[in-house]
């Protein structure tokens, strides 16, 4: 075929006279400017001829005039560094084209024609890993949002949906596999050592879902026969010597697929479905068609390297990027302000398969922990963008835990409110409606509000409002009468002054104190600034249980007596309210004890209540050791810090330790009763020996603050008796924070048993640089300079220094430094990897809510960063908002 033909000479190019523009004025791309294509591409036929240090690419596309464009005669093409070789428009080379900063301008007379396109990139030296990038020896692609345009000239859009041809050609011992979405139509021999393969994906995408893969990969393979019938053939490709660890990831996809048929009746639509897992990856996994592409963390495991969180994360990351297939692929979005509507939708999908493969109940508090000590930040701070944000700088920086995991909640809130067969009949609305379509969240909320038969008028505040509404709660009893009284606010955030009130669904009980029942679960759906419910038939005042299961993504104020939590805990029926009664508990003290309103005799009966609460959750055995596990973490210190206008980071850091060594000390007996007994289970992956080893690790974490010398012991010896990674990271981990040389042994034999694992490295890094040890900033300026450390492996990078800047003790140290190091970091990073410097702006950006002496340290990094001649788009737009 004529698209392999040579490269020809570079295009000579008329009109390079417009200048690129200045560096430091962001274009700001807004929601309300959307307009549709002026120009449609229905096929595409990429030839990539395939080097690690030089790749050409031809495209050949046909291109047809949007019959709902502008009637623009000029048709625009995205580019990011790269410049065309050559460009010819039905056959015959042209010259009228001109380049728009880095944007192909083409005009075109006709109604439909061939536009075709020569480029050429070079992978090895890609070092943001979008675009076409090289990764060990093998080449991969990254197109999410914008990387397609980094390849070859596109309009680079999620709404403009192509059916792909993807020939490919390269050196057979480099690159014997070659991969891309959809089928293998063709493959065969070339000259001088070459092969070549031709795939194709029938179903029509945007440029965002195209991947291509090229190495010497080895596949798990096996197969899944569908509802109806056909058989999928699956394979997980990793580098050789990995495929021992690919077992898990198989059976979570097989579980996915399965899954989807029966919760959302989404069945799989190619026969083919490939998996590659690549050790470079900017983010968590990528959903291409047919072609998921998997940071090597989230698909390698077995017992001896991973934990059993790993094992989980694996779980639901495959999970997740297989129902994208569905809620991603075949409905796409619009554009990018309408990212949630796949990727909130798809948490959602995630978190509903993981409660049903594992314990729903233990999964719903771990899904509320991650909103809480990752969402609501981001939603008071300086970055805080509704669900469906109004505008961006740089879409990148937009895959936050807002648009994820609350634009999950929001959806889950509207399945609280339908119940799930109407939701069910919404979502299937859905997907009938907008198959084959790029759409938008008004159209999935309209989908709901017809299939679901809900009036979702007032709700869809919660995708144009951010910010987390806080709920306020009074419950007054007289007679046989119990009035509740609810009142919202939703804060103010950047650009949004003022707020309306929004739906909130609160599932409430009212228990009885005596018999420790209560008569159903109700739903009530406050929706005015102020609100009162009242419920007859109380003689006795009534212990109040409110957003049970978590129904809505709000912060509850609730002035009540310990006695009422210490109750919930021990007794509530509903296993997220009484979690959230033990957090309560603890966060009302630790509140009062930071705020310095605390008198000694008030601390002594509070740490009381907590430490009788504590006893009964390690002696009920009504309890699986999975649930007391999360009963038995204290509140993180990002969410404690949260609950302050203006925080002291090291006071709460204290305060929180302090407890933690009173309960291990009061309660040493029985942890070491406890550690004694979960230490006699042996390996395996059921529940009853995971919950064993969650507790494990926490008995030593209370035993190491309470009492040290025996729980050095015992983590020397959960250490050296470990058969699996859970139980060799936990002790690792109490042991790197503790003095003494078994620190410094247990460290070395570490690094020498896993030295070539990289997964297992980055945990080496991780236990060091998140650790409560003294000399934490010592260590990781050690680290740094530690032949393991590259700036080009973003799993490493995040392992040393994400682990530091959630590590509120070291992270902020009295002396700045934490600060410094994470600046210095995001500088030096920012030109080899913008994406990834860019995700370290806001543990900075959260300086107006520490203390002043501490935040104009922290400003002075932002400023310090701001300062640098040349800042990418991704950088500027964190660091401008954080200090504007
Ligand atoms: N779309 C991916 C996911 O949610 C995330 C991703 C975004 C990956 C951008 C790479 C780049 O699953
Ligand atoms: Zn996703």
């Not at 004529?2 to 000479?9: C, F, G, K, L, V």
């Not at 009130?501 to 929706?527: M, N, S, W, Y």
């Amino acid at each position: 075929m004529d698209i392999a033909s040579r490269p020809s000479e570079p295009a000579e190019n008329p009109k390079t006279a417009d200048a690129a523009p200045p560096p430091h004025a962001p274009q700001v791309i807004r929601r309300e400017d959307y307009q549709p294509p002026a120009w449609l591409v229905p096929e595409i036929l990429l030839d990539f001829r395939l080097g690690l240090e030089s790749t050409n690419v031809t495209a050949r596309l046909s291109v047809r005039r949007n019959p709902d464009g502008n009637g623009s005669a000029t048709l625009r093409l995205n580019g990011d560094q790269i410049s065309p070789l050559a460009v010819r428009v039905d056959g015959a080379a042209v010259n009228d084209w001109r380049l728009d900063g880095p944007d192909l301008l083409l005009p075109l007379s006709g109604e439909s024609h061939q536009v075709e396109i020569e480029t050429h990139v070079n992978p090895a030296s890609n070092s943001q890993l979008m675009g076409l990038y090289a990764s060990h020896g093998m080449l991969c692609t990254q197109c999410e949002a914008e990387g397609f345009r980094r390849i070859t000239f596109f309009p680079d859009r999620p709404d403009v949906l192509s059916t792909y041809r993807v020939r490919m050609s390269g050196d057979k011992t480099a690159f014997p596999v070659l991969l891309s979405n959809g089928n293998c139509e063709s493959q065969g021999e070339g000259e001088g050592g070459t092969h070549w393969a031709e795939w194709h994906d029938p179903w029509p995408k945007p440029s965002y879902l195209f991947a291509l893969v090229a190495g010497d990969l080895i596949a798990n393979h096996d197969t899944f026969t569908t509802r109806s019938g056909r058989t999928v053939d699956l394979n997980i490709w990793v580098r050789k010597g990995d495929e021992e660890r690919t077992q898990h990831a198989m059976e979570s996809l097989k579980a996915s697929m399965k899954w989807d048929e029966e919760a959302f009746g989404r069945e799989y639509d190619l026969d083919l479905f490939n998996i590659v897992a690549v050790s470079d990856f900017n983010m968590g996994a990528m959903e291409n068609k047919g072609l998921n592409v998997f940071n090597t963390r989230y698909v390698l495991a077995d017992p001896e390297t991973a934990t059993d969180a790993d094992y989980d994360a694996i779980e639901g990351v495959i999970g997740h990027e297989y129902f994208h297939n569905w809620s991603g692929n075949r409905v796409t979005c619009r554009d990018w302000f309408q990212l949630s509507l796949k990727e909130g939708f798809t948490v959602l999908r995630d978190q509903m398969f993981s409660a049903d493969m594992g314990s729903s109940a233990v999964k719903r508090i771990e899904d509320v922990r991650i909103l809480r000590s990752a969402q609501y930040p981001e939603d008071s701070g300086p970055l805080a963008h509704s669900i469906r944000p109004d505008s961006y700088q740089e879409i990148s920086n937009f895959y936050t835990a807002t648009i994820y995991n609350k634009g999950a909640e929001v959806i889950r809130m509207m399945r609280t409110m339908a119940g799930p067969e109407r939701f069910r009949a919404g979502t299937d609305l859905y997907f009938e409606r907008h198959d084959g379509e790029a759409a938008t969240c008004e159209d999935f909320v309209k989908a709901i509000e017809d299939g679901a038969e809900l009036d979702l008028g007032q709700f869809r505040l919660w995708y144009s409002q951010a910010g987390t509404p806080q709920v306020a709660v009074d419950l007054e009893h007289s007679g046989d009468r119990v009035v509740l009284k609810l009142a919202q606010v939703v804060p103010p955030t950047p650009g949004q002054p003022e707020k309306q009130p929004v739906p909130v669904p609160l599932k409430l009980a009212l228990f009885d104190r005596e018999t420790g029942q209560h008569r159903g679960e109700e739903l009530v759906i406050l929706d005015k600034p102020e609100q009162t419910f009242t419920f007859e038939g109380y003689p006795r005042a009534p212990v109040l249980s409110i957003n049970r299961g978590f129904s809505a993504p709000v912060a509850i104020a609730f002035e009540r007596p310990a006695q009422d939590l210490v109750f919930l805990a021990a007794h509530d029926d509903d296993p997220f309210a009484r979690y959230e009664a033990m957090q309560s508990l603890v966060v009302q003290h630790l509140i009062a004890a930071v705020g310095g309103s605390l008198g000694e005799g008030a601390r002594a009966v509070e740490r009381d209540a907590i430490g009788q609460a504590f006893k009964a959750i390690l002696a009920d055995d009504s309890l699986d050791d999975l649930m007391r596990g999360e009963l038995l973490i204290l509140p993180a210190e990002g969410y404690l810090a949260e609950q302050f206008l203006v925080a002291d980071p090291t006071a709460i850091h204290a305060e929180r330790e302090a407890l933690k060594a009173w309960l291990g000390s009061k309660l040493k007996d029985s942890f070491a009763e406890l550690h004694d007994r979960v230490s006699a289970v042996s390996y395996s992956r059921d529940a009853a020996a995971r919950g064993a080893r969650k507790l494990k690790t926490q008995a030593l974490v209370y035993l190491a603050a309470g009492a040290p010398a025996d729980a050095k012991r015992r983590a020397i010896e959960q250490y050296r008796q470990a058969d699996n990674m859970t139980d060799r990271q936990g002790a690792l981990m109490v042991l790197a924070g503790l003095e003494g040389p078994e620190r410094r042994e247990a460290l070395a034999d570490y690094h020498g048993r896993y030295s070539g694992n990289a997964l297992v490295i980055d945990k080496w890094f991780s236990l060091q640089a998140g650790s409560l040890h003294p000399d934490v900033l010592t260590h990781v300026q050690a680290l740094a300079e530690h032949p393991d450390f590259t700036m080009a492996n973003p799993n490493r990078v995040r392992a040393l220094y994400m682990a530091l800047a959630m590590n509120a003790k070291a992270f902020h140290a009295p002396s700045g430094e934490g600060y410094r190091m994470i600046g210095e970091l995001i500088r030096q990073l920012d030109p080899i990897n913008p994406q990834t410097a860019a995700r370290f702006v806001p543990s900075l950006g959260r300086w107006r809510r520490i203390e002043p002496r501490r935040a104009a340290m922290m400003r002075g990094e932002l400023e310090r960063i701001a300062a640098e001649p040349s800042l990418s788009r991704d950088v500027l737009e964190q660091v401008t908002k954080s200090l504007g």
